[in-house]
């Protein structure tokens, strides 16, 4: 299953949401993301049939390896990419709504790049 902007953005989620509590539902989700409870749950089904979670008969959902591959990847380059605007003195707000944007969109090698050159911003 190729994964689009969405899937990437509900995995981070669940990442992000895995960190505070291991037993994450769908209403978590949810209510974390601001999306309807249709929306969350047509979501879920694609991810769970794309093998990036599994959820339990108590609604309560895990990360697959693959999942959780792609959950940090995103979460690493939003938290990064927020930094970096943060230190080019972009207010907090607005840098954590654009890094949102362009962790989908940033090549692997563009996002390495910029990781292994931010120490110069510290």
């Not at 940090?72 to 970096?84: M, P």
Request: charged share 30%.
């Amino acid at each position: 299953m190729s994964l689009q902007e969405s899937g990437e953005m509900y995995l981070e989620a669940i990442y992000v949401l895995t960190k505070e509590n291991p037993h994450v539902r769908s209403i978590d989700v949810c209510e974390y993301m601001s999306y309807s409870k249709p929306s969350i749950s047509r979501a879920m089904g694609l991810l769970k049939k794309g093998g990036y979670i599994e959820i339990d008969g108590d609604g309560y959902i895990t990360l697959t390896e693959a999942g959780l591959e792609v959950g940090q990847k995103i979460y690493e380059r939003h938290t990064t990419l927020s930094k970096l605007l943060i230190h080019l003195g972009v207010d907090e707000e607005t840098a954590k709504a654009d890094a949102c944007k362009l962790e989908h969109a940033i090549s692997d090698k563009s996002f390495e790049a910029i990781k292994n050159n931010l120490y110069r911003f510290d």
